[in-house]
């Protein structure tokens, strides 16, 4: 699981993660589509994989692709891109850089970073289904969970809406941790600002009761079959 090739290709259509789990619980034929045919690319997909590199990765940012443009409209972009596949430009290099210098720049910050190891793969089963996680910073004091946002002072509402405490249940799982032991620190991309936010038992049982919900969603349409054409949500307003 240390091959990043490996880690997002093959071992993603076998074991189930955090990520596949916000999906079934938003909507299991999203779940089957992304499976399927993968995810869209999305600009802050882009810019969180460059700044996470840039601060844990700094070798492995310096052997990405970058085209000296600024926009990814232009024909140099384009042409690279479908030369080499993942290419970045000038800007999101330029925009990644400013961060994590923002964050090298905070003595509070970087003693989360500190002594410890990055990029750390783990699997291991829940209720009898495969599941894997890589956390961003492990060490023996936690889990380090790095986000990055546009409004963090909205980062509590942001972490309820996106279902962080799945991740923050699984990674805990994963890596026999408490939740006590489980940090996001966060990084506002707009103000540089830097936040560190720990995790309730609250926040990590409500992680467990969505975690066993995506479950039944997997097994009722991807084990037992269940016609997903005829899927349906239901309530009462």
């Known amino acids: 699981m240390v091959d990043d090739d490996f880690y997002y290709g093959e071992l993603s259509q076998l074991v189930l993660s955090s990520s596949s789990l916000k999906l ?7 779940y089957k589509f992304v499976t399927k045919y993968g995810s869209k690319e999305t600009q802050p997909l882009r810019d969180g994989r460059l700044i996470h590199m840039s601060i844990l990765e700094p ?25 080499y ?52 910073v492990l060490s023996k004091k936690g889990i380090i969970d790095i986000k990055t946002t546009t409004d963090i002072k909205g980062f509590p509402y942001s972490a309820k809406k996106y279902s962080y405490d799945v991740q923050c249940y699984l990674y805990c799982h994963l890596y026999n941790r408490s939740y006590e032991d489980f940090t996001f620190l966060v990084i506002d991309k707009g103000s540089l600002d830097i936040g560190v936010w720990e995790c309730s038992e609250e926040f990590y049982l409500e992680g467990k009761r969505k975690t066993l919900e995506a479950i039944d969603v997997f097994k009722k349409f991807f084990i037992q079959g269940h016609d997903l054409d005829n899927y349906i949500l239901q309530g009462k307003l």
Do not use: M, W
């Not at 079934?24 to 999203?30: G, R, W």
């Not at 000296?68 to 030369?83: D, F, I, L, T």
């Open 24 to 30: 079934l619980l938003s909507s299991p034929k999203t």
């Open 85 to 136: 596949g993942l290419v970045y430009t000038r800007s999101e290099r330029e925009n990644a850089e400013r961060i994590a210098d923002a964050f090298f720049k905070n003595e509070q910050a970087l003693k989360y970073i500190t002594d410890c190891e990055f990029e750390v793969s783990a699997i291991d089963t829940i209720h009898g289904y495969p599941f894997r996680g890589k956390a961003d």
């Open 59 to 83: 070798d492995k940012f310096q052997e990405q692709l970058f085209v000296n443009v600024s926009s990814k409209n232009s024909k140099a972009y384009r042409e690279a891109k479908e030369k």
